[in-house]
């Protein structure tokens, strides 16, 4: 394995492969965010060893009044790794990622450290604790600075940037993003009420083209949703040693 990754504060520049289907080329050629990936899944569980996804009583309180569901499970390291294949997310050519309901963020940051082709990954959590023990985990060991910004849509918002790329902590309603038109890729894997779920489907139809996305509730019901099922599998999570199966949408 390269020394490649190590230094993850310095992100060295993956190699010059994007666009190549990783799966037909040889380990010393293939795309050094899947060749070193285990630099960065190490590296998640690291970071975010002792981060517990606990909310307060604040937080359950506010969730109850909007009837929000703050239930609780992980997608692995592995498994991001894994939904970046050309035939799942297709992470190598993403520019813009959206972590909907990001717990306490690892996905989020895991997208940033592992793809440096990503110029911007926003992710978005309704319990304050979560989002503030992303924003620590984030200061502490991924970036230099944090700015804490305001946005109009989002309660808080801490940004950090490296070089022309930023990731985003917001503590909010992700169902109520307002510039999800950006995005490459969502990841949606929040569970949805019933009653939420005209909102999560209007936020979907904004996609633009050709964006990807995952979600645990399926919301295809709604023919205004212009998507096909690009792929199916089953990737490993936190709560189930078989996975979870999720397929992936492409829109049209
Ligand atoms: C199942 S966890 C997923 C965590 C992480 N994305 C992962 O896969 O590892 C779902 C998260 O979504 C959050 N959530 C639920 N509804 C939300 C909403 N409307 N806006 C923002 N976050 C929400 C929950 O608080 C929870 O932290």
Same mark, same amino acid.
């Given at each position: 394995m390269s020394g490649v990754g190590r230094n993850l504060r310095g992100f060295s520049p993956l190699y010059d492969?994007?666009? &190549?289907d990783e799966e037909t080329k040889s380990a010393q050629t293939y795309d050094k965010a899947f060749v070193d990936h285990e630099i960065y899944e190490r590296s998640i569980v690291q970071w975010f060893s002792?981060?517990? !996804?606990e909310v307060n009583i604040e937080d359950s309180e506010l969730a109850q009044r909007n009837n929000v569901s703050l239930s609780y499970g992980e997608l692995t390291p592995q498994a991001l790794t894994k939904l970046g294949r050309r035939r799942f %997310?297709?992470?190598?050519?993403?520019?813009v990622l959206f972590d909907l309901g990001?717990?306490?963020g690892k996905l989020t940051v895991q997208a940033f450290a592992q793809f440096d082709n990503i110029k911007k990954v926003v992710g978005i959590e309704f319990s304050r604790r979560r989002f503030e023990k992303g924003v620590i985990a984030l200061k502490t060991n991924v970036v230099d600075e944090l700015k804490m910004q305001e946005l109009e849509h989002s309660k808080t918002t801490y940004l950090a940037c490296r070089g022309n790329r930023t990731i985003e902590l917001r503590h909010g309603d !992700?169902?109520?993003?307002?510039?999800?038109? @950006? !995005? @490459?890729?969502? %990841?949606?894997m929040v569970n949805i009420r019933e009653d939420h779920k005209a909102r999560a489907q209007s936020l979907l139809k904004r996609l633009k083209k050709n964006a990807r996305f995952i979600s645990?509730?399926?919301?295809?019901?709604?023919? &205004?949703?212009? !998507?096909?099922?690009?792929s199916r599998d089953s990737f490993s999570c936190s709560w189930s040693t078989a996975g979870h199966a999720i397929t992936i949408w492409e829109t049209l």
């Open positions: 492969t994007q666009g &190549e002792g981060v517990s !996804a %997310l297709d992470l190598r050519n993403c520019s990001c717990g306490v !992700a169902l109520s993003t307002q510039d999800i038109e @950006d !995005a @490459d890729v969502v %990841l949606l645990y509730t399926y919301l295809m019901e709604d023919d &205004e949703i212009r !998507a096909r099922p690009k």
